[in-house]
C-alpha cells in the first residue's frame, strides 16, 4: 500500500504569513492527489484535488502543486479563517491513503 | 443536493457488536463509491474501506480487514459499516463519504461517533 509523508506536523503562522505544506507518497501517484481542511469536530472539507484543481467556492489563496511523488500545499496570506488540520490523501487506485496530517496553529 | 446522513452516536460495551449506516440522496447512490474513515480521539484521518453499491465491489484497507464489514443496500440508498466484537480501541468518530472513480472524497457525513468502554 501506498504511504504518505506529511510534514510539519505542526506550524504556527500568524495571519497574513504565506505557507507551505509538504506531502510525500512512497510511489508514484500521478496527480491522484487532494487536499482536505479539517476543523475541530466537523467532517473534512475537500480543497484540491488532481494535486492543483480548486474546488468550486475555495479561496484563490490556496493552490497546490506538484506530480509523482512531491506535492505541495500553499495558503498565499493565512487569514483567521484558515487555522485547521489539514490532510493530503491519494487516491490512485481502489486503495486510498491520507497523511498524518498538519495542524496549522496561530503564533 | 448531494447528502450523506449518518446515524447517531453509540456507546457500547467491550465484546458487543454494532452496525452503523450512512445514507444517501441527491445522487445516483448505486453508481458511486462510499467510503468509511476512521478519526480516533485526537488522531488523523485513516481510510478504511469502501465499497460500490450497484456491484458490491468491496475493498479493505489491510488495516481493517477482518476487523470490520462493510456492506451496503442500494435498495434504500445506504451503507453499512459494522463490528462483530468491540474493543475499546474502536473508540472513534467514523465519516462516510462519497467518491466518483478516480475521484477524492467530494461530499462527507456528519460523522458518527462510537464509544466503546466497559
Known amino acids: 500500500d501506498i504511504q504518505m509523508t506529511q510534514s510539519p506536523s505542526t506550524l504556527s503562522a500568524s495571519v497574513g504569513d504565506r505557507v507551505t505544506i509538504t506531502c510525500r507518497a512512497s510511489?508514484?501517484?500521478?496527480?491522484?492527489l487532494a487536499w482536505y481542511q479539517q476543523k475541530p469536530g466537523k467532517a473534512p472539507k475537500l480543497l484540491i484535488d488532481?494535486?492543483?484543481s480548486l474546488e468550486s467556492g475555495v479561496p484563490s489563496r490556496f493552490s497546490g502543486s506538484g506530480s509523482g511523488t512531491d506535492f505541495t500545499l500553499t495558503i498565499s496570506s493565512l487569514q483567521p479563517d484558515d487555522f485547521a488540520t489539514y490532510y493530503c490523501q491519494q487516491y490512485s487506485g481502489y486503495y486510498h491513503s491520507f497523511g498524518q496530517g498538519t495542524k496549522l496553529e496561530i503564533k | 443536493e448531494v447528502q450523506l446522513v449518518q446515524s447517531g452516536a453509540e456507546v457500547k460495551k467491550p465484546g458487543e457488536s454494532l452496525k452503523i449506516s450512512c445514507k444517501g440522496s441527491g445522487y445516483s447512490f448505486s453508481n458511486n463509491w462510499i467510503a468509511w474513515v476512521r478519526q480516533m480521539p485526537g488522531k488523523g484521518l485513516e481510510w478504511m474501506g469502501i465499497?460500490?453499491?450497484?456491484?458490491?465491489?468491496?475493498r479493505y484497507s489491510p488495516s481493517f480487514q477482518g476487523q470490520v464489514t462493510i456492506s451496503a443496500d442500494k435498495s434504500i440508498s445506504t451503507a453499512y459499516l459494522q463490528w462483530g466484537s468491540l474493543k475499546a480501541s474502536d473508540t472513534a468518530m467514523y465519516f462516510c463519504?462519497?467518491?466518483?472513480?478516480?475521484?477524492?472524497?467530494?461530499?462527507w457525513g456528519q460523522g458518527t461517533l462510537v464509544t466503546v468502554s466497559s
Open positions: 488532481k494535486a492543483s
Open positions: 465499497i460500490y453499491p450497484s456491484d458490491s465491489n468491496i
Open positions: 510511489q508514484s501517484i500521478s496527480s491522484w
Open positions: 463519504a462519497r467518491h466518483g472513480d478516480w475521484e477524492p472524497l467530494r461530499n
